[in-house]
């Protein structure tokens, strides 16, 4: 995420930019991503909690990043951990891929995360028009 957060400083696109380096992650790291997946469901109770600790701050650091965008709390949490879902789901599926598939399913991935935050965008404007109808009544 931090390796994310430099680049993107650098090149722009913050979805691109995040599944470009997560693919890359998979890549370098395969064993550490597997190790991750197989714990998040296994059998020892510190290690499945370490897991989620590790899932839900890359939660928080989206959240927090979204926040700073002028995204209410409760709307840039639902958003992060819709897309942390996406991106660790589409890990899973990268680890058995050759490059060209990998390439394909990162295009993918950052369609699908364009759409959730299309959406997210939509659904607040929808919110705030809602809040302007109720206060004009």
Not at 1 to 19: D, H, L, N, P
Not at 34 to 40: A, C, K, N, S
Not at 79 to 88: D, G, K, N, W
């Amino acid at each position: 995420m931090r390796q994310a957060r430099q680049r993107i400083v650098k090149e722009g696109s913050v979805i691109r930019t995040s599944v470009e380096t997560f693919m890359e992650f998979i890549e370098s790291s395969p064993n550490v991503f597997r190790l991750l997946l197989r714990e998040r469901s296994g059998t020892s109770f510190d290690f499945r909690a370490a897991v989620a600790r590790e899932i839900q701050h890359f939660s928080a650091e989206l959240t927090e990043y979204l926040v700073s965008t002028g995204m209410d709390r409760d709307e840039a949490f639902a958003q992060a951990e819709a897309s942390v879902v996406l991106v660790f789901s589409s890990g899973a599926e990268a680890l058995d891929l050759s490059k060209k598939e990998r390439y394909e399913l990162a295009e993918r991935l950052i369609v699908q995360l364009r759409i959730v935050a299309k959406g997210a965008h939509w659904y607040r404007k929808e919110r705030e028009r809602n809040r302007q109808k109720e206060g004009s009544n």
